[in-house]
């Protein structure tokens, strides 16, 4: 049933922005539309999932256990996948501020039948100690173990399938790839998968990033989840130009971030740039962005 689900699916369209920015630049700029794969396990979420989802149908566990904050985009996609797929689903969630009065996204994974439980944050960062994973085998008994954000070499495997999608739809390797960056499994996918003269070019969302070749770090806006003035008025304009929705946390920035180089020069003049919208959209601030 997975195997054919994923085989129906697979694939997003490639959309061409002919004017997608407040002033005109020398690139041209394609979207991977990823955040139209699915309604609820959409862009990233959905190629992270995809193997992963396959190796427990194959290990017969029912049950995935993950981790996220109150917001984690991956916490609402694991969710939505367990009620999708049938899978029992468990979030063990980063800080007890929200024990009391669930987020949005906490709310969400509730309604999909996902159970969760608190930890402190000392406790959270352990989540990797084999001890830490034997205590919660203790409490919830046998399950298939999905690291936070998702991000492991199965992960990276359904990422990397986009690169010969691209291809595929452009009828030519672009010059660049671009994504936003958390956690890194989707920019380790897409440098996996691609090649010359492909340049894959990640853009941090989280703030004390060091840099690196494939790594642009300066338009996090303030770190995680912040945002500044600048930031909000592109996306307002960018929704308002091209018709397309990005929220304040990953795919406006990078999208940002494409801009603003793109006025100083950094691309080639005439180059063919593919920007992966990666989903994300339950954790947009309609309030602040409509």
């Given at each position: 049933?997975?195997?054919?689900?994923?085989?129906?699916?697979?694939?997003?369209?490639?959309?061409?922005?002919?004017?997608?920015?407040?002033?005109?630049?020398?690139?041209?700029?394609?979207?991977?539309?990823?955040?139209?794969?699915?309604?609820?396990?959409?862009?990233?979420?959905?190629?992270?999932?995809?193997?992963?989802?396959?190796?427990?149908?194959?290990?017969?566990?029912?049950?995935?256990?993950?981790?996220?904050?109150?917001?984690?985009?991956?916490?609402?996609?694991?969710?939505?996948?367990?009620?999708?797929f049938?899978?029992?689903?468990?979030?063990?969630?980063?800080?007890?501020?929200?024990?009391e009065?669930?987020?949005?996204?906490?709310?969400?994974?509730?309604?999909?039948?996902?159970?969760?439980?608190?930890?402190?944050?000392e406790?959270?960062?352990?989540?990797?100690?084999?001890?830490?994973?034997?205590?919660?085998?203790?409490?919830?008994?046998?399950?298939?173990?999905?690291?936070?954000?998702?991000?492991?070499?199965?992960?990276?495997?359904?990422?990397?399938?986009?690169?010969?999608?691209?291809?595929?739809?452009?009828?030519?390797?672009?010059?660049?790839?671009?994504?936003?960056?958390?956690t890194?499994?989707?920019?380790?996918?897409l440098?996996?998968?691609?090649?010359?003269?492909?340049?894959?070019?990640?853009?941090?969302?989280?703030?004390?990033?060091?840099?690196?070749?494939?790594?642009?770090?300066?338009?996090?806006?303030?770190?995680?989840?912040?945002?500044?003035?600048?930031?909000?008025?592109?996306?307002r304009?960018?929704?308002?130009?091209?018709?397309?929705?990005?929220e304040?946390?990953?795919?406006?920035?990078?999208?940002?971030?494409?801009?603003?180089?793109?006025?100083?020069?950094?691309?080639?003049?005439?180059?063919t740039?593919?920007?992966?919208?990666?989903?994300?959209?339950?954790?947009?601030?309609?309030?602040?962005?409509?």
């Amino acid at each position: 049933m997975l195997e054919d689900f994923f085989a129906l699916a697979a694939g997003s369209r490639l959309q061409f922005l002919p004017n997608p920015f407040p002033e005109p630049v020398s690139i041209r700029l394609f979207l991977k539309r990823d955040d139209e794969l699915h309604p609820n396990v959409s862009g990233n979420k959905w190629r992270k999932l995809k193997y992963n989802l396959l190796e427990a149908s194959r290990l017969s566990q029912n049950t995935l256990l993950t981790y996220g904050g109150a917001f984690s985009n991956h916490i609402y996609a694991v969710a939505s996948a367990g009620k999708v797929f049938g899978f029992q689903t468990i979030g063990i969630i980063r800080g007890e501020d929200h024990r009391e009065r669930d987020t949005p996204t906490l709310a969400y994974a509730r309604e999909q039948g996902m159970r969760l439980h608190f930890v402190t944050r000392e406790q959270f960062r352990r989540k990797d100690e084999a001890p830490f994973l034997a205590d919660l085998r203790q409490s919830f008994g046998d399950f298939y173990n999905l690291p936070e954000g998702g991000t492991n070499e199965l992960a990276v495997r359904g990422v990397a399938e986009v690169i010969p999608e691209i291809r595929a739809q452009l009828g030519a390797a672009p010059d660049y790839i671009c994504c936003p960056v958390g956690t890194g499994g989707t920019l380790a996918g897409l440098v996996a998968g691609a090649a010359e003269p492909t340049r894959v070019i990640g853009f941090a969302a989280l703030k004390g990033v060091t840099p690196t070749d494939s790594l642009q770090t300066a338009y996090h806006f303030g770190g995680y989840a912040r945002t500044k003035p600048e930031l909000i008025d592109f996306i307002r304009l960018f929704k308002r130009q091209n018709g397309i929705l990005l929220e304040q946390v990953y795919t406006g920035k990078m999208l940002y971030g494409i801009y603003d180089l793109a006025r100083q020069g950094y691309f080639q003049p005439g180059s063919t740039v593919v920007a992966l919208h990666t989903g994300g959209l339950q954790g947009r601030n309609a309030a602040l962005l409509d």
